[in-house]
T-cell receptor, first 112, second 109 residues
């Protein structure tokens, strides 16, 4: 069983569209995260959710919105996609401060 | 704000060599430090996790050390193999995980 799963794995879309990426974890962790890996391969945190509460938002445009229907899911919605949004988006989960992070396999988003 | 630096940015070694990857961080108030491996076009694989109270962790040919007071960690890889070629990422956890830019390792047969 995959611990942290993301769908889709690849997403190609046109500028201006709205899209969503889904993430699910079956580890029983209490916190989930979204990271963006840009073309230079640098990983930067976007959001984290702990018990359905947003606790970090790192200067991310408000076109990006995380949605957590329950503790095991954290979806990422992106409105009005721009060329600069092209990147690999990783979902992760953790039990805060204890066990380290487990990452999904990533979603490669290409905006054309 | 936590900043994580990894040196060198890239490293190429012949097969069989022992090597050390370096990681430094600016805020020593961390919960733990984690080393990951990322293969091209792939996700992150956790290699070693060192909790803040620990000094080192070992897994097979890998050994990671942590000196929290000086803000440093090293990843030692013994008897390197071509299959070790990947990007190695260091990350520190304090409320959220902050990553270094990685060291791209190439092990030549």
């Amino acid at each position: 069983d995959t611990a942290v799963s993301q769908t889709p794995k690849y997403l190609v879309t046109q500028m201006g569209n709205d899209k969503s990426i889904k993430c699910e974890q079956n580890l029983g962790h209490d916190t989930m995260y979204w990271y963006k890996q840009d073309s230079k391969k640098f990983l930067k945190i976007m959001f984290s959710y702990n018990n359905k509460e947003l606790i970090i938002n790192e200067t991310v445009p408000n076109r990006f919105s995380p949605k957590s229907p329950d503790k095991a899911h954290l979806n990422l919605h992106i409105n009005s996609l721009e060329l600069g949004d092209s990147a690999v988006y990783f979902c992760a989960s953790s039990q805060v401060g204890v066990y380290g992070y487990t990452f999904g396999s990533g979603t490669r988003l290409t905006v054309v | 704000k936590q900043e994580v630096t990894q040196i060198p940015a890239a490293l190429s070694v012949p097969e069989g060599e022992n090597l050390v990857l370096n990681c430094s961080f600016t805020d020593s108030a961390i919960y733990n430090l984690q080393w990951f491996r990322q293969d091209p076009g792939k996700g992150l694989t956790s290699l070693l996790l060192i909790q803040s109270s620990q000094r080192e962790q070992t897994s097979g040919r890998l050994n990671a050390s942590l000196d929290k007071s000086s803000g440093r960690s090293t990843l030692y890889i013994a008897a390197s193999q071509p299959g070790d070629s990947a990007t190695y990422l260091c990350a520190v956890d304090r409320n959220d995980m902050r990553f270094g830019a990685g060291t791209r390792l190439t092990v030549k047969p």
